[in-house]
């Protein structure tokens, strides 16, 4: 059973960091593929950063040079570091997860992934 659980969100002023952890109390980290995805308020779920079961990390273009996607086995955990944030970041943020190690798309569909979290609030003052 995949047990996704988001944390690190909050409010921060434009320019400000975060780090968001998701720790999977399922343990199916290996040789798995992991993503942030975002949903703002009128907007659909779109894609923030994925990282396949080698490593491989994509990102959105939005926040290339910002964002940093990563992982840690041996604590089941994935984080995405945000930095110089922008009040357009506002949004939930969700991890999601997959068994399949491969990215099959430079923008991974929410369909590549069966297994979410609850979602965790980032909000970004101007």
């Known amino acids: 059973q995949v047990h996704l659980v988001e944390s690190g969100g909050g409010l921060v002023q434009s320019g400000g960091s975060l780090r968001l952890s998701c720790a999977d109390s399922?343990?199916?980290?290996?040789?798995?593929?992991m993503a942030w995805y975002r949903q703002a308020p009128g907007k659909e779920r779109e894609l923030v950063a994925a990282?396949?079961?080698?490593?491989?990390?994509n990102y959105a273009d939005s926040v290339k040079g910002r964002f940093s996607i990563s992982r840690e086995n041996a604590r089941n955990t994935v984080y995405l570091q945000m930095n110089n944030l922008k009040p357009e970041d506002t949004a939930v943020y969700y991890c999601?997860?997959?068994?399949?190690?491969?990215?099959?798309?430079?923008?991974?569909?929410?369909?590549?992934?069966?297994?979410w979290g609850q979602g965790t609030q980032v909000t970004v003052s101007s």
């Open positions: 999601a997860a997959a068994r399949d190690p491969y990215l099959r798309a430079r923008v991974p569909s929410i369909d590549e992934f069966p297994y």
């Open positions: 399922g343990n199916i980290y290996v040789a798995v593929k």
């Open positions: 990282i396949a079961g080698g490593g491989i990390t």
